[in-house]
């Protein structure tokens, strides 16, 4: 064996050793085993996949750190033994929902098999749905738990599933961590119970779907406009994924007679074929989009991510080119919209993440709605919509990567009503001589000018991981005084739950759960946030920057001049 970790050669041995894992997959260790170089091999066992902020996730492949038959079989088994515990006695339902990738239908097959051995109750979809439609089912089937097979927005490689509680909403402490606890006292494939009941595996009836669309329709605004502007041009893509099956339906249910959909990527593929990444954030996974809008005069488009959770929108400009909006534009002008436009603004909120444009906290001050914030994940927004149930009316919730909720029906981020809302507020724009992007500049005169960058760097495997931690604490321990001339005014700590002034030294307590995540607040409304994502090898830096816009003719100068701060603070943060 190569000169590896005892811990890699443990777990190497344990797999190759196991009856239960078949001998294709001993083969594929065996290849990595021989390879003069063992990086694969030590990326592939030197740690088990985790619950983070988005569930199990990782490359398809064999090891322990992969997704694979057994490592989806043991957190499965690990989950089926803490949902015994939870509610024992009473016979307990989950619901499973997977999307397009490869080998998301196998996994889901894998899932239902260990859930029904061990007594409980499966309700699968028939076919891939996406993600909004999984926490939709299990509050209306009322299950206890449920999963969703999908890797997202990551490249083709990877797979995963996001875990889900009774509440449609993923889980959260202690559940998450209660359900390591129990994968990780797995100690060998022998435990897991692969062999399914197949008398306990249910097919989901199209009655979920048709509830769910009745849902989306109970809070639709502005239906006179949308009757008068039925026809204007919608275009829309799936990106290959499970959007397809939902939004052009429930588009054309609102009272939309013009959907375009681009044919080329509406049907379902884990590979991919027609972009480089199936993420709505990046430019080159619009361009179909964008350029079916243009053949069509449609002066809004949108794509969803592979599970439907999330969606990117394009809008055209004055000069008749197509901008796309970042999610913290997005979503600040679906809430403008929202609570202008909102009958009754008395105990209301919204909800966003800490990382999402503060825009919108400024929107929700001037409209009289209070505005929450929670740790990044939508696992947190739901956690705190069930903490305010029958305390006050949730209107809507948000966050700056392309994920938004209106109403309450679910408890996750829904690409399929959002799409719905987009629609909408394009129909009420035109019936006012606008577009969106029209909007976006008098939301920005109304408000402020609030705008945001994001700089995402990769740190892959085990080496990746342990320079992430180190930069972390670079910024933890070594707080800059100072960016590029502007004094920095607070840092705000999520790991020890402390806020200092970096001038006085004075600290306050927070009041948010544990989370690896730095905010620094410089003089002139500047804010900065560190955080490794929970789902990619990655640390990421959100940067917001704000001023005032007069008039609409100052908005190209003042946007010229957000955007090269912007650029000046993101070459700072590369450099250090």
Request: proline share 4%; charged share 25%.
């Amino acid at each position: 064996m190569p000169n590896i970790h005892d811990q890699v050669k443990l777990k190497v041995k344990q797999w190759l050793n196991s009856p239960v894992i078949d001998a294709e997959t001993k083969q594929q260790i065996q290849s990595l085993l021989d390879s003069p170089d063992p990086k694969e091999l030590i990326d592939n066992f030197y740690k088990d996949l985790e619950f983070g902020t988005g569930g199990l996730r990782g490359i398809m492949g064999a090891g322990s750190n992969c997704m694979n038959k057994y490592t989806v079989g043991v957190a499965t088994q690990g989950l089926s033994n803490y949902l015994l515990k939870a509610f024992p006695g009473k016979l307990i339902k989950v619901a499973i929902a997977y999307d397009c990738r490869n080998n998301s239908s196998y996994f889901s097959q894998i899932i239902a098999d260990v859930f029904s051995a061990n007594g409980i109750e499966v309700h699968v979809f028939p076919a891939l749905r996406p993600t909004p439609l999984l926490s939709y089912a299990i509050r209306y089937l009322k299950c206890d738990s449920g999963i969703v097979v999908t890797a997202s927005h990551n490249p083709k490689e990877y797979n995963g599933y996001k875990a889900y509680w009774s509440d449609g909403a993923q889980v959260v402490p202690p559940h998450d961590k209660n359900i390591i606890k129990e994968v990780n006292a797995i100690t060998s494939f022998e435990a897991v119970k692969f062999k399914g009941d197949p008398s306990r595996i249910h097919t989901i009836s199209p009655d979920v779907e048709e509830a769910y669309y009745t849902e989306v329709l109970r809070v639709i605004p502005k239906r006179e406009i949308i009757k008068k502007h039925h026809s204007i041009p919608i275009v829309f893509s799936g990106l290959h994924g499970t959007g397809s099956t939902m939004v052009p339906e429930c588009l054309r249910r609102i009272g939309f007679t013009n959907v375009h959909v681009v044919e080329e990527q509406a049907k379902a593929d884990g590979n991919f074929p027609t972009v480089k990444s199936p993420n709505p954030e990046e430019r080159s996974a619009m361009e179909m989009v964008i350029e079916k809008g243009k053949a069509v005069g449609a002066t809004m488009v949108m794509a969803t991510d592979p599970d439907a959770d999330r969606v990117g929108i394009g809008v055209r400009n004055q000069q008749g080119d197509f901008v796309l909006l970042n999610g913290n534009q997005a979503f600040s002008l679906m809430m403008w919209f929202i609570m202008k436009n909102l009958q009754d603004r008395s105990n209301t909120y919204i909800a966003k993440t800490i990382v999402t444009s503060e825009l919108v906290d400024t929107i929700a001050k001037n409209y009289g709605i209070d505005c929450y914030n929670t740790l990044t994940g939508f696992k947190y927004i739901a956690q705190l919509m069930g903490e305010r149930e029958g305390k006050q009316k949730f209107v809507a919730a948000g966050e700056e990567s392309y994920g938004y909720m209106v109403g309450d029906f679910i408890r996750d981020k829904d690409a399929v009503s959002a799409c719905a809302f987009f629609a909408v507020m394009t129909a009420t724009a035109a019936e006012e001589g606008k577009s969106l992007y029209d909007w976006l500049i008098d939301m920005y005169v109304e408000h402020g000018f609030y705008k945001e960058g994001l700089i995402n760097i990769t740190k892959k495997g085990q080496q990746g991981e342990q320079e992430i931690k180190a930069m972390m604490e670079k910024f933890r321990n070594n707080p800059p005084a100072s960016i590029l001339g502007t004094s920095v005014e607070r840092m705000l700590d999520y790991s020890t739950l402390n806020e200092k002034n970096l001038k006085t030294g004075k600290t306050t307590s927070l009041n948010f759960p544990h989370s690896d995540v730095l905010q620094f607040y410089l003089e002139d409304g500047t804010k900065i946030s560190v955080r490794p994502s929970g789902t990619e090898p990655k640390i990421k830096f959100y940067i917001s920057v704000n001023t005032k816009l007069n008039s609409r003719k100052e908005f190209d100068q003042v946007n010229q001049s957000l955007d090269e701060k912007i650029k000046n603070i993101e070459n700072y943060l590369v450099s250090l």
